[in-house]
């Protein structure tokens, strides 16, 4: 009874982790996480006001609460140290993406956050989980590899760096970019925050 509660919930438990859904409790966490200057360097976040910040947190609320949609907060002890979402399902295939907070980097609350998730998300029916990542991001890579991923595909990628608010349409060239994917039994993670609705650029943080 109380796993089918759990599942009707959306959470998962990991070891270490609860994964659920993000509310307006999760703000003052939330907010810190998305203004983090070691966050937007991956995430490609433009600079957030307190104000804006808070708008994206109801955002990424707003989407959590959607049955159509997979965004979860990672949990530590109640407290929100992270995030994982969906920015493309089609038909039985679903990206995801993640964030993790940089103060609990190199524990592998990613990995066992992401490796949970895809179960997750096989069990409801999807066939793929595929995520991306550019070469210039070897901790997500790892979270990939060590999720039970494989290299699906490699290419070019460039992109508009929001930082450069001298420069606006300066492009930066990223060599390479990476996607992997799993299936069956297999498993994946993501590359991208919701880029149309959360205005976010492909990359994530944390190992």
């Not at 494989?150 to 390479?176: G, N």
Request: hydrophobic residues 35%.
């Amino acid at each position: 009874m109380v796993a089918s509660m759990e599942k009707l919930l959306g959470i998962v438990k990991t070891p270490r982790l609860l994964l659920k859904r993000i509310t307006d409790r999760d703000a003052e966490e939330g907010i810190r996480i998305y203004r983090d200057e070691r966050v937007n360097k991956t995430y490609m976040f433009p600079d957030l006001t307190e104000d804006a910040a808070r708008k994206l947190h109801d955002r990424i609320s707003a989407l959590s609460a959607n049955d159509c949609r997979y965004v979860r907060g990672i949990y530590l002890e109640n407290k929100m140290v992270g995030f994982i979402n969906d920015p493309e399902i089609l038909d039985g295939t679903i990206e995801l993406g993640w964030v993790v907070d940089p103060e609990y980097h190199n524990r592998g609350y990613a990995t066992e956050a992401v490796t949970h998730a895809i179960k997750d998300l096989f069990t409801r029916g999807f066939d793929v989980v595929t995520a991306g990542a550019f070469e210039e991001n070897p901790a997500s890579i790892r979270v990939m590899q060590k999720s039970g991923m494989h290299l699906i595909e490699k290419q070019q990628k460039s992109y508009r760096d929001q930082h450069k608010a001298d420069k606006p349409d300066q492009l930066v060239q990223r060599t390479h970019h990476f996607r992997f994917g799993g299936m069956g039994i297999g498993l994946g993670l993501g590359s991208q925050l919701c880029c149309e609705t959360l205005g976010a650029h492909p990359g994530q943080l944390g190992t």
